[in-house]
């Protein structure tokens, strides 16, 4: 079974490296890691690809598995990795640039024997810095690996599994710096102009930094659709599942159906489970509970999301229609909100988040993966569309058929009169 899991995750690992939620680190990758690493010396030339991939996914890895649960027990802020990832990155920008800067930098690692921390061995130091701002996709594969770790349930599986996807994420990373290296050896321009390489480099640093900050790469990433999400969600059927089901097992049974396809009708999957432990509500008065059986006699859908989330805010304007169309005849929207990273457990990012995506409907802030637990969700997003009798009739994994679950809703709708 670890073989399968390992295998699982590689090839997840390799799709999530393709996909479009790395645009926003790909300019560093082909700069930095990449055309940054053609070098006369073929030795130097050589470690610095290598060193960006290993230092990203050795950071991600590491901060996606234990960083929500030592954050936990700290009195620090769940978003301060992400921030102090953001302020590495403008000091290693800048030392790219601002030689003085660099050397700086290099100073508390002076005792290093043979080691100069701001140039070619300093590849690692970005890829450590990269690691804490990377956000991809939310796959079946990374959804098991995130809540594993934010649950504190890291098992053996756990791990072989978070093994095969830094391995495959890292081999598609690699691939893209390898490539913008062999370009820039090619290129004379290139080799003649290491200088302006570096502050090209630096440049693109500070620009991911400013990007994230500002949400500008959320903006560029949600006219993206997800080209991936197809193969992503497949994946699991390679082998066993990667998700322990706690649930009921009729609903849990058609969750894991709706990875490889939507139901093409109505269909039963048992009650719908209520919302436990919720950290919060959002957009209700007074911060009052949505109770789902005092919504009985309308049709309800249920959409699980967490905001850095690229494929979640794809399907949001498509919920945000759906609302404004069918609301006078009976449809209500709950959203609950079950971070992926730490950074997104933050109550005011959420309301921001929520804010900025036009989310005016109900949110249950799902800190404690209790709702995620309840209604056996696999990956995010994943929609729930619940009849008026109470029962789940349609769920629907990741982006696209979009005509399918409205009609369902407009079924239902009819049904309920």
Same mark, same amino acid.
């Given at each position: 079974?670890?073989?399968?899991?390992?295998?699982?995750?590689?090839?997840?690992?390799?799709?999530?490296?393709?996909?479009? @939620?790395?645009?926003?680190?790909?300019?560093?990758?082909?700069?930095?890691?990449?055309?940054?690493?053609? !070098? *006369?010396?073929?030795?130097?030339?050589?470690?610095?690809?290598? #060193?960006?991939?290993?230092?990203?996914?050795?950071?991600?890895?590491?901060?996606?598995?234990?960083?929500?649960?030592?954050?936990?027990?700290?009195?620090?802020?769940?978003?301060?990795?992400?921030?102090?990832?953001?302020?590495?990155?403008?000091?290693?920008?800048?030392?790219?640039?601002?030689?003085?800067?660099?050397? %700086?930098?290099?100073?508390?690692?002076?005792?290093?024997?043979?080691?100069?921390?701001? =140039?070619?061995?300093?590849?690692?130091? #970005?890829?450590?810095? #990269?690691?804490?701002?990377?956000?991809? @996709?939310?796959?079946?594969?990374? *959804?098991?690996?995130?809540?594993?770790?934010?649950?504190?349930?890291?098992?053996?599986?756990?791990?072989?599994?978070?093994?095969?996807?830094?391995?495959?994420?890292?081999?598609?990373?690699?691939?893209?710096?390898?490539?913008?290296?062999?370009?820039?050896?090619?290129?004379?321009?290139? !080799?003649?102009?290491?200088?302006?390489?570096?502050?090209?480099?630096?440049?693109?640093?500070?620009?991911? *930094?400013?990007?994230?900050?500002?949400?500008?790469?959320?903006?560029?990433?949600?006219?993206?659709?997800?080209?991936?999400?197809?193969?992503?969600?497949?994946?699991?059927?390679?082998?066993?599942?990667?998700?322990?089901? =706690?649930?009921?097992?009729?609903?849990?049974?058609?969750?894991?159906?709706?990875?490889?396809?939507?139901?093409?009708?109505?269909?039963?999957?048992?009650?719908?489970?209520?919302?436990?432990?919720?950290?919060? %509500?959002?957009?209700?008065?007074?911060?009052?509970?949505?109770?789902?059986?005092?919504?009985?006699?309308?049709?309800?859908?249920? /959409?699980? %999301?967490?905001?850095?989330?690229?494929? @979640?805010?794809?399907?949001?304007?498509?919920?945000?229609?759906?609302?404004?169309?069918?609301?006078?005849?009976?449809?209500?929207?709950?959203?609950?909100?079950?971070?992926?990273?730490?950074?997104?457990?933050?109550?005011?990012?959420?309301?921001?988040?929520?804010?900025?995506?036009?989310?005016?409907?109900?949110?249950?802030?799902?800190?404690?993966?209790?709702?995620?637990?309840? %209604?056996?969700?696999?990956?995010?997003? =994943?929609?729930?569309?619940? /009849?008026?009798?109470?029962?789940?009739?349609?769920?629907?994994?990741?982006?696209?058929?979009?005509?399918?679950?409205?009609?369902?809703?407009? =079924?239902?709708?009819?049904? *309920?009169?």
């Amino acid at each position: 079974m670890n073989v399968n899991l390992a295998l699982i995750g590689l090839v997840g690992g390799v799709i999530t490296g393709l996909s479009p @939620c790395i645009l926003p680190v790909l300019p560093v990758i082909l700069l930095s890691g990449g055309a940054q690493g053609a !070098r *006369a010396d073929t030795s130097a030339r050589g470690r610095r690809p290598y #060193l960006v991939v290993a230092g990203l996914v050795l950071s991600f890895s590491v901060f996606t598995l234990v960083g929500t649960l030592v954050l936990a027990a700290l009195p620090l802020s769940q978003a301060v990795i992400r921030w102090m990832g953001l302020g590495a990155l403008v000091l290693l920008g800048i030392g790219l640039i601002v030689p003085r800067v660099e050397r %700086w930098l290099e100073a508390p690692f002076s005792w290093i024997p043979q080691r100069r921390v701001g =140039t070619e061995d300093g590849g690692f130091l #970005l890829g450590l810095a #990269l690691g804490t701002v990377y956000v991809p @996709c939310a796959g079946p594969v990374l *959804a098991a690996i995130a809540v594993a770790g934010a649950t504190g349930r890291i098992g053996a599986g756990t791990l072989v599994l978070t093994g095969g996807f830094a391995l495959g994420t890292g081999l598609s990373l690699l691939l893209f710096a390898l490539a913008g290296r062999a370009v820039a050896e090619r290129v004379s321009a290139f !080799r003649r102009r290491q200088r302006a390489i570096r502050i090209a480099s630096g440049v693109a640093v500070l620009g991911l *930094a400013l990007a994230l900050t500002f949400n500008v790469a959320s903006v560029v990433q949600r006219v993206i659709p997800d080209y991936t999400a197809a193969l992503s969600h497949g994946i699991e059927r390679l082998g066993p599942p990667v998700h322990e089901s =706690t649930g009921d097992p009729l609903l849990a049974a058609c969750v894991a159906d709706s990875l490889y396809q939507a139901p093409e009708d109505v269909q039963d999957c048992g009650p719908a489970p209520a919302f436990p432990q919720v950290t919060r %509500w959002l957009n209700t008065p007074g911060g009052q509970p949505v109770d789902l059986a005092a919504l009985r006699g309308k049709v309800v859908l249920v /959409d699980f %999301w967490t905001f850095d989330c690229i494929n @979640c805010r794809h399907v949001i304007p498509h919920i945000d229609s759906w609302y404004r169309d069918h609301h006078s005849q009976g449809l209500e929207v709950v959203s609950v909100h079950t971070p992926e990273y730490a950074f997104e457990r933050e109550i005011g990012s959420v309301q921001a988040a929520a804010g900025r995506l036009g989310v005016g409907y109900p949110i249950a802030v799902d800190n404690d993966y209790a709702s995620w637990s309840a %209604w056996n969700v696999l990956a995010w997003p =994943t929609i729930f569309v619940v /009849d008026a009798s109470g029962t789940v009739r349609y769920i629907a994994t990741g982006e696209g058929r979009y005509d399918q679950t409205e009609r369902v809703i407009e =079924t239902l709708l009819r049904q *309920a009169g």
